[in-house]
């Protein structure tokens, strides 16, 4: 039996500094998780996935990621996710410097 669909964002790594991204309902991409289109139709996801698939001049890695509606925008529902969100772990700069 197929699983049912969960809700999911559109995720990627930028091509030139190679920060995490998310596709917005505009077609931008963010870094910034809360600002992302959160997918809940199966079809309507296969189609944005496909059409971001085709920006490999922006980003690499195109995947969809599980997620659940947040009082501020999606919020991750698997721990890889959450730690991609927070950016590099190795020493503060990018996303956690700006948090600091």
Same mark, same amino acid.
């Not at 997620?67 to 730690?83: C, I, L, N, S």
């Given at each position: 039996?197929?699983? %049912?669909?969960?809700?999911?964002?559109?995720?990627?790594?930028?091509?030139? /500094?190679?920060?995490? $991204? &998310? !596709?917005?309902k505009d077609?931008?991409?963010?870094?910034?998780?809360?600002?992302?289109?959160l997918?809940?139709?199966?079809?309507? %996801?296969?189609?944005?996935?496909?059409?971001?698939?085709?920006?490999?001049? /922006?980003?690499?890695? $195109? &995947? !969809?990621?599980?997620?659940?509606?947040?009082?501020?925008?999606?919020?991750?529902?698997?721990?890889?996710?959450?730690?991609?969100?927070?950016?590099?772990?190795?020493?503060?700069?990018?996303?956690?410097?700006?948090?600091?």
């Amino acid at each position: 039996m197929p699983r %049912a669909f969960t809700p999911k964002v559109i995720t990627a790594n930028a091509l030139l /500094e190679g920060d995490v $991204v &998310y !596709l917005t309902k505009d077609d931008l991409w963010t870094r910034d998780l809360s600002e992302a289109e959160l997918l809940t139709d199966e079809a309507h %996801a296969d189609i944005r996935l496909l059409d971001a698939e085709k920006r490999g001049n /922006e980003v690499v890695g $195109v &995947y !969809l990621a599980d997620m659940t509606a947040g009082p501020d925008g999606p919020e991750p529902t698997h721990f890889r996710e959450d730690f991609r969100r927070t950016g590099p772990s190795n020493y503060f700069h990018g996303k956690q410097e700006v948090r600091g």
